[in-house]
C-alpha cells in the first residue's frame, strides 16, 4: 500500500528518470559487460591467455600501469593546485576580472588534439621552445630531452592541466561564490588569521565542490589517451595508449587482447572509485559531526 | 598592506597565468604561419618575418575538408539534442528527489562515466555494425552522449533546482498538472541552464576522439582526421597545426561569446 503511494505521488519523477538510466545503461553498462567478458576470450573461447600474453616482456603490463597511476596522480595535483589559484584571483573583486576569467577558459575550447599539436611544440626534444626559453632564461646548460624518460610524464601532466585547469576552476569559483562572507566576518572577530581563515573556513566549505571536481578529473585522466599518444608516442605507454595501440595493429585476436587490457584500466579505477566513496563518506560523517 | 599593493599583486599573478594560458596558442598561430625555415633550426623564432596562409589552403585541398567538417557538426548537434533529451527530465526528476537520493544518482552516473572510452568503444562499435549504425554520425553521437550525459546531468541538476519550487507548487495549486508545472513554468526558467548544457554536449563532442576513431575510423570527425594527418600526413607538423585552427577558432569564437551563460554558479547549483 505504502510504496503503491508513493509511486503515484511521484509518478512523474519516476517516468522521466528512467530513460536516462535505461539509455546509460544500455549504451555504457552493456558495453562494459561485453567488453569484459571479450577480454577473457580467444577465438570465441574463453580463456586467460590474453592476461598471460600482457605479463610477457612485450607488452609488460605492470609498467603501464604503474605509469598510469602515476600520471593520475601527478596531473590532478597539477590542475588542481592551478585552479584553486586561479579561482581564489578570480573571487576577487577587482577591474578586469570578467576579461581575465575569459582568458582563462579559452584552453576548455581548445580540443585534446590541438592542445597537444601545440605542446608539441613546447616539448620537443632538442631545439625547441621548451629548450630555448630555459636556456635563455638560463635556467638550463644544455637541451631537455622532454618526451623520454621521467621528465615525459611532467611534460604530459602539465600539456593535460593546462587544458583542464579551467574545468575545475569553474566548479570551485562556484563554490566560493557560495560562502557567505558572514563566515569570515564571524571568524575575523574571533581573531583568525588569514591562513586560519582559508583552513577552517573555505577549505570545508568548498569541500563537496572539492570532490565533484576530482571525480570528474581523475575518471578522465585515468583514460588519457590521446594527449601522450600525439605529445610522447610510444616513448611513455599507459594503460589506455597501450590498449589503443593495440587495438589499431588490426593484427589477428588484437581487439580482444586490447579488451583485456581495458579491463585492467577498469578495475584500477573500480578501486579508485571504491576508495574514494569510502574516503569521502568518511569526511562527510566527519564534516556533520562538527 | 596597503590596497594598491594588494591590486598590483593580483595583477601580476592574473598576468602569469594568462602567459601561462595564451602562449600555448600563441604558438600555434605562428607555427601554422611562419616560413618552415624559422620553426625547424635551432633557435625558432616567436616572431616570424614574413607570414602565409598556404598551409590552409593545402589541408581544405588535400583533405577533403568539408564532408568531415559537416560529419562533425552533425555529430556535436546530435549529441546536444540527445544529452538533453534524456538529461532534462532525468535531471528534473533528480532536483526534485531527497537531497541523498540525488546525490547517489549523480554519482552513481560519474561512476559509469568512469569506465574507460576505450573499453565501451570496442563493445559500442560492434552495437554500431548491427544497427546499421557503423561509420554514421549518428552511431558516433549516441556513444559519445554516454559520456556526456553525467556532466550535462550535472549541470542540468544544479539549474533545476535553482528554479524556486513555489512557482510549479503554486501552479498545481491553481489546478495545473504536474507535467503542465514542468513544461510551463520550470523549463522556461531553467533555459540559460539548458544553453550552459548545449555548449558542454557540443564541446565535448567535437573535441571527442577515441570513440569517434573507433566507430567511425572511415568517415570520421575532424579530431581523428588531424590525429590521422599528424601521424601518416602529407603536410608535415604545420599543416597538421594549421589544421587545428580551423578546428579550434570555431570553438573559440563560441566559448568567448556564450562566456555570460558560463557562470560559474551552472557547477555549484547541483551541491547547493
Known amino acids: 500500500m505504502r510504496v503503491t503511494k508513493i509511486i503515484k505521488k511521484n509518478l512523474l519523477e519516476i517516468i522521466f528518470i528512467f530513460p536516462l538510466l535505461i539509455f546509460i545503461s544500455w549504451i555504457n553498462v552493456l558495453p562494459i559487460i561485453r567488453g569484459i567478458l571479450l577480454g577473457f576470450q580467444v577465438l570465441g573461447r574463453y580463456s586467460t591467455y590474453n592476461y598471460q600474453q600482457l605479463a610477457t616482456p612485450t607488452y609488460s603490463i605492470l609498467n603501464k600501469t ?105 566548479i570551485l569559483l562556484g563554490g566560493l561564490q557560495t560562502i557567505p562572507d558572514s563566515l569570515y566576518e564571524a571568524a575575523a572577530i574571533d581573531g583568525a588569521s588569514k591562513i586560519q581563515q582559508f583552513v577552517h573556513v573555505t577549505i ?87 | 598592506m596597503n590596497n594598491i599593493g594588494k591590486s598590483l599583486l593580483w595583477y601580476i599573478a592574473m598576468i602569469i597565468v594568462s602567459i601561462f594560458v595564451l602562449f600555448p596558442l600563441y604558438l600555434i598561430m605562428i607555427i601554422a604561419l611562419a616560413p618552415s625555415g624559422e620553426i625547424f633550426n635551432s633557435s625558432p623564432v616567436l616572431i616570424p618575418s614574413t607570414i602565409t596562409f598556404s598551409r590552409f589552403f593545402l589541408v581544405i585541398a588535400v583533405y577533403d575538408f568539408m564532408p568531415h567538417l559537416i560529419l562533425s557538426l552533425e555529430t556535436a548537434f546530435l549529441v546536444s539534442g ?59 553521437a549516441l556513444a559519445q552522449s554516454s559520456i556526456a550525459l553525467p556532466m550535462i546531468t550535472y549541470v542540468l541538476v544544479g539549474t533545476f533546482k535553482s528554479v524556486p519550487s513555489r512557482l510549479s507548487e503554486s501552479a498545481q495549486i491553481d489546478g495545473a498538472s504536474k507535467l503542465q508545472a514542468f513544461y510551463s513554468i520550470d523549463l522556461p526558467l531553467a533555459l540559460t541552464g539548458i544553453y550552459v548544457a548545449v555548449i558542454l554536449a557540443w564541446l565535448f563532442s567535437w573535441d571527442e576522439f577515441v570513440l569517434a576513431s573507433i566507430i567511425a575510423p572511415l568517415h570520421t570527425t575532424l579530431p581523428v582526421l588531424i590525429y590521422y594527418e599528424i601521424t601518416r600526413g602529407v603536410g608535415g607538423v604545420q599543416a597538421a597545426d594549421a589544421f587545428s585552427i580551423i578546428l579550434m577558432i570555431p570553438v573559440i569564437v563560441l566559448v568567448l561569446v556564450l562566456q555570460r551563460y558560463l557562470k560559474s554558479n551552472v557547477f555549484a547549483g547541483a551541491l547547493k
Open chain 2, 82 to 140: 540527445i544529452c538533453l533529451l534524456f538529461g532534462i527530465p532525468g535531471a528534473y526528476a533528480i532536483s526534485k528527489m531527497p537531497k541523498r537520493l540525488g546525490y547517489s544518482i549523480i554519482i552513481f552516473l560519474f561512476v559509469t562515466q568512469m569506465v574507460p572510452e576505450i573499453v565501451i568503444a570496442v563493445p559500442i562499435a560492434r552495437t554500431m555494425l548491427i544497427l546499421g549504425l557503423y561509420n554514421t554520425a549518428f552511431g558516433i
Open chain 1, 204 to 290: 570545508p566549505s568548498l569541500f563537496p565542490f572539492i570532490m565533484i571536481a576530482l571525480i570528474i578529473r581523475a575518471v578522465s585522466e585515468f583514460n588519457i589517451l590521446s594527449l601522450p599518444l600525439i605529445l610522447v608516442g610510444n616513448n611513455l605507454l599507459f594503460l589506455g595508449t597501450l590498449s589503443y595501440d593495440i587495438y589499431t595493429s588490426f593484427s589477428l585476436g588484437s581487439a580482444n587482447l586490447a579488451d583485456a587490457v581495458a579491463t585492467i584500466l577498469l578495475v584500477i579505477v573500480m578501486i579508485f572509485v571504491a576508495l574514494y566513496i569510502y574516503a569521502s563518506n568518511r569526511l562527510m560523517e566527519r564534516g556533520s559531526d562538527e
Open chain 1, 66 to 170: 604503474t605509469n598510469t597511476v602515476i600520471i593520475v596522480g601527478l596531473a590532478l595535483v597539477i590542475e588542481f593546485a592551478l585552479a584553486l589559484l586561479t579561482s581564489l584571483l578570480l573571487n576577487r573583486n577587482f577591474k578586469g576580472r570578467t576579461f581575465f576569467r575569459s582568458i582563462v577558459m579559452l584552453p576548455y575550447g581548445v580540443a585534446t588534439v590541438v592542445s597537444a599539436i601545440g605542446f608539441t611544440f613546447i616539448f620537443a626534444p632538442s631545439g625547441w621552445y621548451g629548450n630555448e626559453i630555459l636556456l635563455k632564461l638560463g635556467l638550463i646548460h644544455s637541451g631537455i630531452n622532454w618526451i623520454r624518460g621521467p621528465i615525459a610524464f611532467l611534460s604530459v601532466a602539465v600539456a593535460d592541466s593546462w587544458k583542464t585547469f579551467p574545468l575545475i576552476m569553474l
